[in-house]
């Protein structure tokens, strides 16, 4: 499909969306977002893509927050259904049994910040500023960020950066556990296309269980999540590649996993 604000790229099991709107540093408009759920829904209907890569175009903003100039517009409603549509998307992104890896190549404020945190993994350039300026728009994150942010680097940190509209560097993130990893600009997207490699030479299935084990457990109990983890082990174990992998370890040989 063709796209105005983001290029999508497949290679292998591997795709790349690029948000490109160069002149707003990629902030986030209506149709950019429904532009990305397009594309999601195109890439978890592929029967190849396993993970994806979600950067921004330039080198300088993954991407700059929602669009201020149509946000300005936007009344109480209008405001309403611009959050829940981006909640929607986001949400897509982070429940997907596509593997989502947000390679943040600048500045990821507001809405950018949100999208990488609704990612599964967030590497970093060492460029790279991260942050939620709202407050200094008069307004709060609309994308997730008041909920998401906390989970990640606990709510004093969180609290901090979200009344302060400070932002960061990709080693103070790091630091704080809202980056993984924080790579010199030029390595990013290799590392990422890296990551991207190894987790596709897992077994599909596998992969799929593990994010599915740590994203519901994070948002229950304990011992929901240990049940859950029960189920999701016990069912895998049915598995043609479970057998596959035992097998290729002891027959010393690289495994040839098939999804099924
Ligand atoms: N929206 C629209 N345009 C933008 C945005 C943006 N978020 N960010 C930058 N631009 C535009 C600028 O207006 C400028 O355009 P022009 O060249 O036509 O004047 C161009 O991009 C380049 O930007 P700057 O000249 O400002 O570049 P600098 O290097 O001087 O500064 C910054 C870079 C620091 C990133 C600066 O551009 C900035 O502060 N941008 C805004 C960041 C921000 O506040 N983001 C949060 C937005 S609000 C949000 O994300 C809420 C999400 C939830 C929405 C829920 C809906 C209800």
Redesign the pocket.
């Known amino acids: 499909m063709a796209y105005n604000n983001i290029r999508v790229e497949t290679e292998g099991g591997l795709a790349t969306i690029t948000i490109s709107r160069p ?3 990629n ?1 986030l408009n209506a149709e950019t977002i429904t532009e990305l759920e397009q594309a999601y829904t195109e890439l978890e209907h592929d029967d190849m893509t396993r993970v994806v890569i979600i950067t921004g175009d330039g080198d ?2 993954f991407v ?6 149509e ?1 300005k517009k ?1 009344d109480m409603f209008a ?1 309403r259904q ?2 829940e549509r ?1 909640h929607k998307v986001f949400s897509q992104i982070e429940t997907s049994d596509l593997i989502s890896i947000a390679a943040v190549n600048g ?1 990821a ?4 910040c ?1 999208l990488a945190m609704a990612c599964d993994i967030r590497y970093a350039a060492d460029t790279a500023k991260l942050g939620q ?2 407050v ?2 008069g ?1 709060i ?3 997730g ?1 008041t909920q998401r942010l906390p989970r990640l680097v606990g709510r004093g940190k969180a609290l901090e950066l979200l009344l302060s509209g400070n932002m960061v560097s990709g080693e103070e993130a790091m630091s704080i556990g809202l980056v993984d990893a924080v790579f010199p600009a030029a390595e990013l997207m290799p590392k990422a296309k890296k990551l991207g490699g190894k987790i596709l030479s897992k077994g599909p299935l596998a992969t799929v269980a593990v994010k599915s084990c740590v994203r519901q457990g994070l948002d229950s109990s304990l011992t929901a999540g240990c049940a859950l983890e029960i189920s999701e082990f016990s069912a895998i174990c049915a598995s043609e590649d479970k057998n596959e992998g035992m097998t290729a370890f002891l027959e010393k040989r690289s495994p040839d996993f098939t999804g099924k």
């Open positions: 002149k707003a540093l902030a300088k903003a700059a927050g929602a669009d201020i100039s946000l936007a405001a611009i959050s981006g500045f404020l507001g809405g950018g949100e300026p709202e200094s728009l307004i994150p609309g994308y960020g």
